[in-house]
């Protein structure tokens, strides 16, 4: 058992007797003139605070509010020993009964929740604990030589000697310190009742009415000292009854905590319907705890997250002096959080019973909220996604989509629909056929098709994915260019194939009319020479010497075929001496500009086709007078280019030359393209890849 817990089993005995020690002190007293007065005054005071604090101490032993009234109720008690006939009471009460002023201020800063919240607050109770015992002692250690009515006082037991313009000073200098912290309170309140929230003003409303109209009464009270008469009196009067209100008005506040919270309780079964949406909950919730900020976030289990009324991802701010976050859990799991004026916590009882009640219904709404959460994640990955995608049910009807250009969607409102009512009915079968297997089995699958549209074919591919026990995502991608590419792929393969048909007959031919034809006469012309040897050696000479220059001329055809099939000088000497080579043979002058540093050999050789095949058929077709040739190496590729001055109008479709470069581009992941306007002449640049 705690002195926190239990405070009336210590402080209220202690209020009784320090009460009776008062009542005694007084009723002895040589020299109080209005003994009856002074102890209705001084009981219904301290008790007042004391009973008042006791009640707040106990019901909440955490918030030091209840303490500090306590202690301003005993602090009334302590001045009530200046009223003794003994000098050790006597001064007791002279030195420390003005402490319950400074009480009572740090009271009213620190209210509601009994901590000083601010640096400012925090000097001025220092400087008004200081003020509240030093003035008096200094008074005491210098007082002025008066008398007690109707008999003299009892000895000071810390009087140095009687020094009056000491106690002038002491007297003028209490005074003015005294107004200026009772005006530095005041402005502290309002500037505090400025800044606070709707619930917070609700808390502090009475308290510091009472409290305030107290202050500026001390501090005219204490301007008015010197002086007698009515206005003094009616300041004295008015004091003692605002003071006196504080601490119940406190109590007022206890009990309209008690009264919010059963109306708090009420305003959920009222505010709230059977069947309340979140949103309603959460206006309910708003209603009760009489905080129009406040908002409700459910825990997401599946996005180990929390969510607001709509579904939408909710962070919790951190508390802080303003906002805090009370957090509803049920058997130890999170069901809802809620978001709320700080205020509250300085009314504990309405706040739980207000999150107690609405628990069920937050509890029950989580399971919707989850609902709507799910779909938001489902929206926000559809929104994610570029390509047009649908949500569809098991039965085969769109629920949602998401389509980056509108113009994909067959109907402009697509949600409600079935496949039926959007795909022809083969295809839809075989859409809800895969999506109910992507559902069935857990695993994806994939169809593509094709749809005629009034200016051409265009073809897609159709990913399914369950997305729940009776729905499944569908991801529409359209592959008309891939297939096209596939097309040209395909194509370009052909022709590859072809053209190595094509240059495998023409060697066969060329070797067959050509080298095989002079080797064949060469043949016949040695075994003439073998016959005429020994008859007529001349003949037999002049017939090798012919042999020998036919010879000759089946090496250069050989050659010739050779450098065809792939040039010798590329492989002996390099790119760039290759080059040269055809630029020397070319019948119109050729410019080679750019360096060409080492290549793969593979890109080396399609490069030197690349130009060979552009320089003839600018010899064949171009009519131009001059040829530029560059070679660069540029961002990991080799760029190649040849520009003519000539007619221009070159079409690569009608020619196998250039059909055949740009498959042996390609074949290397490379581009090649054509400009050639009429009258402009013709450029053909590769891009090929080094790696």
Not at 26 to 45: C, K, M, N, R, W
Not at 421 to 427: H, K
Not at 438 to 448: L, M, N, Q
Not at 458 to 466: D, L, S
């Amino acid at each position: 058992m705690t002195l926190a817990r239990r405070p009336w089993l210590y402080f209220g005995p202690a209020a009784l007797l320090a009460g009776a020690l008062a009542v005694a002190l007084t009723v002895a007293s040589d020299h109080e003139e209005h003994p009856a007065l002074a102890i209705a005054l001084g009981l219904f005071v301290s008790w007042s605070f004391i009973l008042a604090g006791l009640i707040g101490w106990s019901r909440r032993p955490q918030n030091r509010t209840g303490m500090l009234m306590v202690a301003v109720g005993f602090g009334v008690l302590v001045g009530s020993l200046s009223e003794a006939n003994y000098s050790i009471p006597y001064t007791l009460g002279a030195l420390f009964g003005s402490l319950f002023i400074a009480a009572f201020l740090h009271l009213l800063l620190a209210y509601p929740s009994g901590e000083l919240l601010s640096r400012a607050a925090r000097v001025l109770i220092v400087a008004g604990y200081a003020t509240a015992f030093l003035a008096p002692l200094l008074d005491s250690l210098f007082p002025a030589r008066h008398t007690c009515k109707p008999r003299a006082c009892p000895d000071n037991l810390v009087l140095v000697s009687y020094n009056h313009a000491a106690h002038i000073t002491a007297t003028v200098a209490w005074t003015t310190v005294s107004v200026l912290l009772f005006a530095a309170t005041f402005v502290l309140l309002v500037g505090r009742w400025r800044k606070a929230t709707p619930a917070l003003r609700r808390i502090l409303r009475s308290v510091y009415l009472a409290g305030g109209l107290s202050v500026l009464l001390l501090a005219i009270g204490f301007i008015l000292t010197p002086f007698s008469g009515v206005a003094n009196t009616v300041v004295v009067v008015a004091l003692i009854a605002t003071f006196t209100a504080v601490p119940f008005l406190f109590l007022a506040g206890l009990l309209g905590t008690t009264i919010a919270r059963t109306a708090g309780i009420g305003a959920i079964f009222t505010a709230v319907p059977e069947r309340a949406s979140p949103g309603e909950v959460q206006e309910g919730l708003r209603q009760a705890l009489r905080d129009r900020t406040a908002e409700v976030a459910y825990w997401y289990d599946e996005g180990g997250h929390y969510v607001d009324v709509e579904g939408q991802h909710f962070e919790l701010p951190p508390n802080t002096r303003d906002r805090v976050v009370t957090r509803l859990e049920y058997a130890d799991s999170p069901v809802a959080a809620i978001v709320h004026d700080a205020a509250l916590l300085e009314e504990p009882e309405l706040l739980d019973a207000i999150t107690n009640a609405a628990r069920i219904a937050l509890e029950r709404d989580k399971l919707l909220v989850e609902v709507k959460a799910r779909a938001a994640r489902y929206r926000a990955l559809l929104q994610a996604i570029p390509d047009l995608m649908f949500r569809i049910s098991r039965d085969g009807r769109y629920l949602s989509y998401n389509a980056p250009d509108p113009s994909d969607l067959i109907h402009p409102e697509v949600v409600g629909l079935t496949v039926w009512d959007r795909l022809p009915g083969e295809l839809a079968d075989r859409v809800l056929e895969a999506g109910r297997s992507a559902v069935d089995r857990g695993t994806p699958s994939v169809i593509e098709y094709a749809l005629e549209f009034e200016d051409k074919t265009r073809h897609y591919e159709g990913r399914f994915a369950a997305s729940g026990d009776d729905e499944f995502l569908m991801i529409v991608r359209e592959i008309t260019d891939r297939k096209r590419q596939q097309q040209e792929l395909e194509a370009s393969r052909q022709r590859i194939v072809a053209a190595g048909d094509d240059a495998r007959r023409k060697l066969e031919r060329n070797l067959h009319d050509g080298a095989q034809q002079r080797l064949v006469s060469l043949s016949l012309s040695l075994r003439l020479v073998q016959s005429q040897l020994r008859k007529s050696p001349d003949a037999a000479e002049e017939i090798l010497e012919a042999s020998r220059e036919e010879l000759a001329q089946a090496l250069e055809e050989l050659r010739e075929l050779a450098r065809g099939i792939h040039p010798a000088v590329l492989t002996d000497r390099g790119l760039e001496a290759a080059l040269e080579a055809l630029a020397a043979r070319a019948p119109l002058p050729v410019e080679i500009a750019g360096k060409c540093s080492k290549l793969p050999p593979s890109v080396e050789a399609a490069v030197y086709y690349v130009v060979s095949e552009a320089l003839a058929n600018v010899t064949k077709y171009a009519q131009a007078s001059s040829v530029k040739v560059t070679v660069e190496h540029l961002n990991g590729s080799a760029l190649v280019e040849v520009a003519d001055d000539g007619i221009g109008g070159a079409d690569p479709l009608r020619g196998s030359g250039l059909r055949g470069l740009a498959d042996r581009v390609s074949s290397l992941s490379g581009k090649l393209a054509i400009h050639s306007p009429p009258g402009e002449g013709t450029r053909v640049r590769a891009e090929i890849p080094l790696e």
